[in-house]
């Protein structure tokens, strides 16, 4: 019955898609006397893309189909153990009695200061300062989690405790096991809850003033206002084979190179978005600032079919080919979403509907600086706002759209994000009050045994991220945590800015 939904509501979207086509081409008219030459020549470019998008049905934060689950052991062990699959790696069932990540590196130089997003890490591991963290508090979040991850003496051991959606636990762990090849000898034992859905799970309510030194610790891929979750880097650093996505280090530089293919000025002047609209009545409204032949909000919304891209039949999913409008809208589904680093590349100005939810880096972002902040409860108007607004000052849209592409692009390489993980796990790690022990029913888990296991783009994406050994330079030097009076500043800043941008908004609709 779900799938019979899915096809009857993917059949509405082709049809809907065909309108908008349809009106798109009578905007399209006007559009050359309005913007000029380079712009008509770009618009008739990039219709045949749009034709062809429309029949895309669903990306990001889909429900899938169920699966059924597989053992770990299946889901680790090399598909041909006689494989010798990445560089210096031998493809095995066991784990070799002398891993490389126990062996202590050469001291070396550091490879400077942090960004100044790390700072957050000391917010997100506050909660344990004072008292620290024991085994009770670590186990009392088995309940919830989705795995467990112990490393002792530089070896890590994993417990799978319920069903993930997809790779993302496998992927994760993959990335792990890099870090520790990357710094080998650098961290304490560990003892990690690990929570791999869309929402946290760790509750700020839940915890008043005579609990509030027992709370929780669970990683987790975001976090909100509202909860007490430890952010860590998503699965997709090291690739997201289900829906054809790079590790993020190749990726990146595609969407750098792609970014040059089309000038922002001879981009098609509309809000772009593509995903699945059905995770989230925001996103349901989204659907709603369509372009149609009685309403132009300034936007081009489409739904992408899920089965299509997880086959590699729809080339429109190419993320280094859809830097192509000169603004492009980055909307939550159930929580976070994945793709908010791919949307902030695109050197478009990035229009984010309000969000409620964090990942590790986001949080340092600023609006009209960065971004420009879009009102959920105002939407269509304010996506219209927008792109009027910035069709009026390119020179400045121009900027944002750079600042956010610039941050992502320096910010966020490889090398960022292993430091990111090193520091928090390291932090993380001083702050146990008990030596980590192997669990029991957990499994050993090293660069042979994971190397050679899965499908072939998933061992391929592993071999593209699998770092070739122990970096030439320490991790970078962490910044101090935040004083009280300047993460109230900082925080003003932040809202006073989006203040503006109202009232930016509010002069463009009298």
């Known amino acids: 019955m779900e799938e019979e939904n899915?096809?009857?509501?993917?059949?509405?979207?082709?049809?809907?898609?065909?309108?908008?086509?349809?009106?798109?081409?009578?905007?399209?008219?006007?559009?050359?006397?309005k913007t000029g030459a380079p712009v008509r020549a770009s618009i008739i470019f990039f219709l045949i893309l749009l034709i062809g998008a429309f029949i895309s049905l669903h990306?990001?934060?889909?429900?899938?189909?169920?699966?059924?689950?597989?053992?770990?052991?299946?889901?680790?062990?090399?598909?041909?153990?006689?494989?010798t699959y990445l560089v210096g790696i031998n493809c095995s069932i066991t784990c070799p009695i002398h891993s490389l990540a126990t062996i202590k590196s050469d001291e070396s130089s550091s490879s400077g200061m942090c960004p100044e997003y790390f700072r957050w890490i000391h917010q997100d591991l506050n909660p344990w300062k004072e008292k620290g963290i024991t085994k009770e508090m670590v186990e009392s979040a088995g309940s919830k989690a989705h795995m467990r991850i112990v490393v002792v003496n530089g070896r890590v051991y994993w417990k799978k405790l319920r069903w993930v959606y997809q790779t993302?636990?496998?992927?994760n762990i993959w990335g792990i096991l890099q870090l520790l090849r990357l710094y080998p000898g650098k961290l304490p034992d560990l003892d990690i809850m690990f929570e791999c859905g869309d929402k946290p799970v760790i509750q700020k309510s839940d915890y008043g003033r005579s609990n509030a030194n027992n709370v929780t610790p669970m990683f987790h891929y975001c976090g909100s206002d509202s909860t007490l979750d430890i952010v860590f880097p998503d699965w997709s650093f090291w690739g997201w084979p289900e829906l054809q996505i790079k590790p993020w280090e190749a990726l990146?530089?595609?969407?750098?190179?792609?970014?040059?293919?089309?000038?922002?000025?001879?981009?098609?002047?509309?809000?772009?978005?593509?995903?699945?609209?059905?995770?989230?009545?925001?996103?349901?409204?989204?659907?709603?600032?369509?372009?149609?032949?009685?309403?132009?909000?300034g936007a081009l919304i489409y739904d992408l079919n899920w089965g299509l891209a997880r086959q590699g039949r729809d080339k429109s999913t190419d993320l280094a080919k859809q830097c192509t409008h000169r603004y492009k809208i980055y909307i939550e589904g159930f929580a976070w979403s994945v793709s908010e680093k791919y949307i902030l590349a695109c050197d478009s100005m990035s229009l984010l509907v309000t969000p409620h939810y964090y990942d590790f880096f986001t949080r340092s972002l600023l609006p009209s600086i960065h971004y420009w902040p879009i009102n959920e409860n105002n939407m269509c108007k304010s996506i219209k706002s927008a792109v009027n607004w910035g069709n009026k000052h390119p020179q400045q849209v121009q900027e944002i759209g750079k600042a956010g592409s610039k941050f992502i692009q320096e910010e966020l390489k490889m090398k960022n994000v292993y430091d990111y993980m090193f520091h928090l796990l390291y932090g993380y790690g001083k702050l146990l009050k008990y030596k980590p022990t192997v669990p029991e029913?957990?499994?050993?888990?090293?660069?042979?045994?994971?190397?050679?296991?899965?499908?072939?783009?998933?061992?391929?994406?592993?071999?593209?991220?699998?770092?070739?050994?122990?970096?030439?330079?320490?991790?970078?030097?962490?910044?101090?945590?935040?004083?009280?009076?300047?993460?109230?500043?900082?925080?003003?800043?932040?809202?006073?800015?989006?203040?503006?941008?109202?009232?930016?908004?509010?002069?463009?609709?009298?």
């Open 252 to 297: 990146r530089k595609d969407l750098e190179a792609g970014n040059k293919r089309v000038k922002w000025i001879d981009r098609i002047p509309y809000a772009y978005w593509k995903g699945n609209p059905r995770v989230g009545l925001v996103r349901n409204e989204l659907l709603k600032c369509n372009l149609t032949d009685t309403h132009d909000w």
């Open 59 to 83: 990306w990001f934060d889909v429900v899938p189909p169920a699966i059924s689950d597989i053992s770990l052991q299946k889901t680790i062990l090399p598909s041909n153990s006689s494989n």
């Open 6 to 33: 899915i096809h009857h509501a993917n059949h509405g979207y082709l049809l809907h898609g065909a309108r908008i086509c349809s009106v798109f081409l009578s905007k399209m008219v006007e559009l050359p006397m």
């Open 441 to 510: 029913g957990s499994v050993e888990v090293c660069l042979e045994t994971m190397a050679c296991s899965g499908p072939e783009l998933e061992k391929t994406f592993k071999m593209s991220s699998s770092v070739s050994g122990p970096a030439d330079t320490s991790p970078c030097t962490m910044p101090p945590p935040y004083d009280p009076t300047t993460l109230q500043s900082f925080l003003e800043r932040k809202s006073n800015l989006a203040k503006q941008v109202e009232r930016w908004e509010a002069s463009e609709n009298r």
């Open 168 to 171: 993302r636990d496998v992927f």
